[in-house]
């Protein structure tokens, strides 16, 4: 910065001219004058700047909050709208099995059994396997199994003679189909499906023996109306 001179005329004691010359500093904003005390501790700022970090901390608490809300709904439990409507519908087909010879032949005495897949019955509502195997005497509908099944949205049926059978539901949406043979085992390296028999655990007690050692299927069925099956169990 340039030093700028002021000079101003004194009179002396004989008259004489003199000339003084000051230093003339400009004002710096800012600068430390004595009398004056700064604290080193504190942090001065602009309004504006105050202003604009309080909106910025205000959106950051929102944006926290809608993501909070939004986990919430996500992790916790929905009420989800029911996807099935009062509706009867019969399930109807016949149930056959391959024998050693390659041959089919109808499968009498075949067990067919139909469930919801969204009803999960309590430990001691599930259905007793007593009267539902192939090889039980033909249950009634008083029989608790038989009750049970159907107190849930369910039904049994044995294939006659032919192999025919008929079942009713009286709600559309998703079910799962069992088909026991009565004339046809599994061979001693087919093991069930840890899968099937966990499924089938929501429903029977125990599980395993309905099915024992004879051959079955286990289907995931999506019903909307009347359908038509033909089972060839092999």
Known sequence: ??????????????????????DAQPHV????????????????????VLYIQGVLLAGVGMIALVLGILIGRMSGPRDTAPTSEVKTCYLTGTVSYTSSGGSISPDPGA???????????????KAPIEGLRPGDPLPDATQPSIARL??????????????????????????????????????????????????????????????GDQRYA???ETIKRDKEYKFVLE
């Open 29 to 48: 904003h800012g600068e430390h004058h004595p009398g004056m005390e700064i604290d080193f501790d504190k942090v001065a700022l602009p309004r504006n």
């Open 218 to 220: 286990w289907l995931a």
């Open 150 to 211: 159907k107190a849930i949205g369910g039904d049994y049926a044995r294939a006659d003679e032919r192999g025919n059978f008929k079942l009713r539901v009286d709600r559309t949406g998703e079910y799962f189909l069992l088909v026991v043979s009565k004339n046809a085992q599994r061979k001693a390296s087919e093991r069930p499906e840890g899968v099937h028999l966990a499924q089938m655990g929501r429903y029977f007690l125990p599980a395993p023996e309905l099915i």
């Open 1 to 22: 910065m340039e030093e700028l001179e002021r000079m101003s005329y004194l009179p002396g004691p004989e008259d004489e001219v003199t000339w003084e010359v000051e």
């Open 111 to 125: 067990v067919v059994i139909v469930v919801p897949q969204d009803r999960r019955p309590n430990p001691d509502e």
